[in-house]
């Protein structure tokens, strides 16, 4: 929770304050594109190394995994392993049992006695803030509950630099529950620190934007705006983000009933689009986007998914206070 | 008729407790509610109801012998009645006189209404943290997880 400003001199010669040593990452809002930046050039560096790298010897970071998830967890994992960090977890059955048995608070003051960075994962929202307020070892969110996911949207417009170059001037559609759907919501939240010409969304009836969360959006200059069918702006789209529909976090099933399947890209969708428009997806994906785009020229998914690994390598070491 | 003419002539000045003028018409008796006071403690209390005011056209009206505010119940009267200004009495004399403020970041007076809050999770020592986004509009962002408060949602949620 105390972190200190750093002053970096990079390649440029341009003096830089990063504050990214012992930093939280709780929200994707509290990062500027430049930090964002700096994340991006090390990420470039790290896809270009194999192998073990000893940048955190000695060091512990743990994994406190309170809600079921596989692959966050794993790219974290091997991300703090290749970068020579020995891992601690609790996830599972162990994480529903000490969830049971004692607070949150107490679990956080043993993993910060225990590690030197806490990534946490957690049903309840504002868990990772709270951890962090706890513990004096910077905390990362994995995701908490319906509201943020900050590493998967730094993943993301990771992924939309690599492919395009630039994160400006696209046009993103994103479809999908932006109702429960973290991983959507905050790479529109990530968006909003670029210039992009232009943001869709669209959602199922149910699971629309808040209305409080698109004024705040529109209040921070952001050329959003809500659409009803994907196919009316699908010519326009240099991105198109895609989430599936979060069942678990539906309070009645009978409104899932009614949502599921409400969505589905299919390659017929897409040839309508640029013949350079990508496809996004946070993964797991269950049928909202048709098996034939897998392998398309559209699909960006696995490329995405790969890029896991770098960032969190990338936002590790910065948070650990390390140059490379 | 003025007001103040209404004051004197209605409801005796009081020795020592406190004035609560100024309070947006029809919001006297929640102020009393969340005060705890119900009229049984044996103070002498006048509540004044859509007497005139110069300022707000109608306003309502609070006067508690004996009583004196704590900072926090300032705080919790500023959330429902930001216009609000407190007196306090001595020996018949106003002593000190100050508006209600509007806190930049309200702590552990509401409660979040988002059940999967953390600042809702049972068995936790947290204190829920909302911050002002509005003061004029009375409009509160949960630290927690960002659900927005406004004027209508604070009554029920205040925290006793
Ligand atoms: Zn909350």
């Not at chain 1, 990362?140 to 590493?151: E, K, V, Y």
């Not at chain 1, 932006?178 to 620190?193: C, D, E, K, N, T």
């Not at chain 2, 002002?132 to 509009?137: A, E, I, W, Y």
Request: aromatic residues 8%; charged residues 25%; proline residues 4%.
């Amino acid at each position: 929770m105390f972190y200190s400003l750093q002053i970096v001199a990079l390649d440029l010669g341009i003096k830089m304050i990063t504050s990214f040593k012992n930093r939280d990452v709780v929200s994707i809002l509290d990062f500027t594109r430049e930090e964002l930046e700096t994340l991006f050039e090390y990420a470039d560096k790290f896809r270009k190394v194999e192998g073990k790298l000893n940048l955190l010897n000695g060091k512990v970071v743990s994994l406190a995994f309170f809600e079921p998830s596989t692959r966050t967890r794993l790219s974290f994992e091997v991300a703090a392993k290749r970068l020579g960090a020995d891992v601690v977890s609790i996830i599972g059955e162990e994480a529903s049992s000490i969830a049971k048995g004692e607070n949150l608070a107490d679990t956080i003051r043993m993993l910060d006695a225990y590690s030197n960075i806490i990534i946490l994962r957690h049903r309840y929202e504002g868990a990772a803030k709270y951890a962090a307020e706890i513990a004096e070892n910077p905390v990362i969110n994995a995701g908490d509950g319906i509201q943020h996911h900050p590493t998967q949207a730094m993943i993301d417009l990771y992924t939309v630099k690599t492919l395009f170059g630039s994160i400006d001037g696209l046009v993103y559609v994103v479809l999908g529950d932006l109702r429960y759907g973290r991983a959507a919501m905050s790479f529109i939240y990530g968006l909003s620190l670029y210039k992009p010409k232009k943001l869709y969304v669209v959602a199922p009836q149910l699971l629309r934007i808040r209305n409080e969360v698109l004024q705040i959006l529109k209040e921070r200059g952001l050329p959003i705006e809500e659409k009803n069918d994907v196919r009316e702006i699908i010519s326009e789209a240099d991105v198109l983000y895609v989430t599936r529909i979060q069942r678990e976090r539906f309070p009645d099933p009978m409104e899932y009933e009614k949502v599921r399947g409400s969505y589905i890209v299919t390659l017929d969708l897409l040839e309508k689009g640029k013949s350079t428009l990508k496809v996004l997806h946070p993964l797991p994906k269950v049928d909202e986007i048709d098996h034939k785009v897998d392998t398309s020229r559209y699909a960006a998914y696995y490329l995405q998914a790969r890029l896991g690994v770098p960032v969190r390598m990338s936002l590790l070491s910065l948070v650990s206070g390390v140059e490379i | 008729m003025s007001s103040e003419n209404i004051h004197t002539l209605v409801v005796p000045k009081i020795l020592n407790g406190t004035v609560i003028d100024h309070i947006p018409a029809g919001r006297a008796l929640d102020i009393l509610k969340v005060l705890n006071i119900t009229g049984g403690e044996g103070w002498r209390i006048a509540v004044l109801l859509n007497v005139e005011s110069k300022k707000l056209g109608r306003k309502d009206i609070i006067k508690i012998e004996r009583r004196k505010l704590t900072s926090a119940e300032v705080n919790v009267i500023a959330l429902i009645a930001p216009t609000a200004t407190i007196n306090i009495i001595e020996n018949f004399v106003v002593v000190e006189k100050f508006k209600v403020n509007v806190p930049e970041v309200i702590e552990g007076v509401i409660r979040c209404p988002n059940p999967t809050c953390i600042s809702n999770k049972e068995r936790e020592p947290v204190k829920s943290r909302f911050r002002t986004l509005s003061k004029d509009q009375l409009i509160f962002r949960c630290e927690y997880c960002s659900t927005i408060v406004t004027r209508d949602d604070i009554l029920k949620l205040i925290i006793r």
